[in-house]
């Protein structure tokens, strides 16, 4: 698969994570997840992907595997995509520990999270 290909199966399942199509959008993301594992912007699409459609655990599978791959702490952007995948999970009581790290963590790290 060539960037273009990545770059159009990316767009197309932004659009339908957008109209609120988060199950039309899975099917796309892995394909690109299977072709590119260490594709950031596809596994952070999948993992939304995953806690809208209420698949908490598998959210939390690619969560884990964006941390490893940035190999520091949380970014803040993880920090509330735990805290939603936590929350699919019906795990209130982590969900909201980590959505108040989320909140405590100060917006000057979000220059990190756009990258």
Do not use: W
Not at 38 to 64: P, S
Not at 72 to 97: I, M, N, T, V
């Amino acid at each position: 698969m060539d960037a273009e290909q990545r770059d159009l199966l990316l767009s197309m399942a932004y659009l339908y994570s957008a109209c609120n199509r988060e199950r039309r959008a899975l099917p796309l993301l892995l394909l690109v997840a299977t072709e590119h594992p260490a594709d950031r912007d596809c596994l952070r699409a999948l993992a939304h992907a995953y806690t809208a459609t209420d698949q908490g655990d598998l959210a939390m599978t690619v969560i884990e595997r964006l941390e490893a791959l940035e190999g520091e702490p949380c970014s803040r952007g993880l920090l509330l995509l735990r805290s939603r995948a936590l929350h699919a999970q019906s795990k209130l009581a982590e969900a909201r520990a980590c959505f108040a790290r989320y909140a405590d963590t100060p917006a000057a790290d979000a220059s990190r999270d756009a990258a």
